[in-house]
């Protein structure tokens, strides 16, 4: 099961698999502000890429909720690490919602100023950080296609979902939107 549409000139994937493994010039992580590792997928993009990684990211000074830093990848098949961090949701807040679309975003912004032209994200703030993942997945990619449709430097934007419900929810989403997005075409 995957999906693949396009805007433009931008590859739009969803996919089910492991980020750490994936050959996109960046791959986002879901960091923590800190940016010092953590659970999830920090932990797993930190233990593939190996201990240079922390290294680079102590020196970052952290970052902001809703804001995106980058380091190089080190032992990944990906150039970059782009370190987004998402809000920890909290019910009846309107903040999260932008501070989700800005975590994906300022990601975007990041790698383009690097010269990227490919980017897999996982599902931002969807595991520990308890967003709803009905709410998070309009959230990010709606932000993803709004972005791309304005910008013709990326060629493939992936989102690696972990687990099967994920990406039917990313899946779904996607239809949902195609609807409401004339310059949305699957492929
Ligand atoms: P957050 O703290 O932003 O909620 P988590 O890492 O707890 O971040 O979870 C974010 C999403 O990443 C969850 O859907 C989780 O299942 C998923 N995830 C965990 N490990 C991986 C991985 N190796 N590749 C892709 N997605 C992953």
């Keep these: 099961m995957k999906t693949n549409a396009r805007i433009n000139q931008t590859i739009i994937e969803l996919i089910q698999g492991d980020i750490t493994q994936q050959d996109t010039d960046a791959i ?5 502000s800190s940016l010092l590792g953590g659970g999830g997928v920090d932990g797993a993009i930190h233990r593939a890429a190996g201990p240079e990684l922390l290294a680079e990211t102590r020196t970052l000074g952290g970052c902001l909720t809703g804001d995106a830093k980058i380091s190089k990848g080190y032992r990944l098949k990906a150039q970059y690490v782009i370190h987004a961090v998402g809000p920890v949701y909290s019910r009846g ?3 999260v919602a932008e501070l989700l679309k800005s975590a994906y975003r300022r990601s975007l912004e990041v790698g383009i100023e690097n010269r990227i032209q490919s980017i897999a994200f996982p599902s931002i703030s969807t595991g520990a950080y308890g967003y709803p993942l009905e709410e998070a997945a309009p959230i990010a990619l709606r932000t993803i296609c709004d972005f791309v449709q304005s ?3 990326l060629k493939q934007v992936r989102f690696v979902l972990f687990d099967e419900q994920t990406l039917k929810i990313f899946i779904n989403t996607l239809a949902v939107l195609s609807k409401q997005h004339g310059d949305l075409r699957y492929e």
């Design 151 to 153: 910008n013709a430097q």
């Design 93 to 95: 807040d309107s903040s």
């Design 28 to 32: 986002v992580n879901a960091a923590n």
